[in-house]
């Protein structure tokens, strides 16, 4: 096992040169993919090529991005949750307000893993699934007093 960190920081005091990431999901579809995002989710188009027949596309919301990517009908996408119950997370979005964002998803008909609680130790807030069954958590650090 590593050495334990202690000296963790929150993501708005953070001073490195690191400024995002963003996770890269294999889709079916590229164009429902895409769809999902925008219009469930609130997300923009950010790319979408090359041009004529498009495979990749990047969408963002609020300084996060989600490449999406279709490689053949072969390769079909596998989150988390396929391999393992308790990996399901393909991507976990830290949010300032979960409870505004969930009351905004939910009339969207949106795929709910889990309704706004407590998802984890200390994480409050919401997770779940895009059209290719990728899990995405939102949520944020609170006191479960």
Same mark, same amino acid.
């Given at each position: ?22 996770? =890269? =999901?294999?889709?079916?579809?590229? *164009? %429902?993919?895409? %769809?999902?995002?925008? &219009?469930? /989710? $609130? #997300?923009? /188009? ?5 041009d004529g027949d498009p495979y990749y596309a990047r969408v963002s919301r609020d300084g996060i991005g989600i490449m999406l990517k279709a490689i053949t009908p072969e390769v079909l996408p596998r989150p988390n949750s396929s391999r393992h119950e308790w990996a399901r997370w393909d991507a976990f979005i ?7 964002? =969930? *009351? &905004? #998803?939910?009339?969207?008909?949106? *795929?709910?893993?889990? &309704? ?8 409050? $807030? =919401? &997770? ?7 899990? /995405?958590? #939102? ?7």
């Amino acid at each position: 096992m590593g050495t334990p960190h202690t000296n963790r920081t929150q993501p708005d005091e953070a001073g490195g040169d690191l400024l995002a990431i963003n996770p =890269f =999901f294999i889709v079916k579809h590229l *164009s %429902s993919a895409v %769809s999902f995002y925008i &219009e469930r /989710l $609130g #997300f923009q /188009l950010d790319y979408q090529g090359p041009d004529g027949d498009p495979y990749y596309a990047r969408v963002s919301r609020d300084g996060i991005g989600i490449m999406l990517k279709a490689i053949t009908p072969e390769v079909l996408p596998r989150p988390n949750s396929s391999r393992h119950e308790w990996a399901r997370w393909d991507a976990f979005i830290h949010v300032r307000n979960p409870d505004a964002l =969930f *009351s &905004e #998803f939910k009339p969207r008909v949106v *795929s709910l893993v889990k &309704e706004l609680s407590f998802i984890d130790d200390g994480l409050w $807030g =919401f &997770e779940l699934t895009d059209a290719d069954g990728y899990v /995405l958590a #939102f949520a944020t650090l609170r006191d479960q007093a």
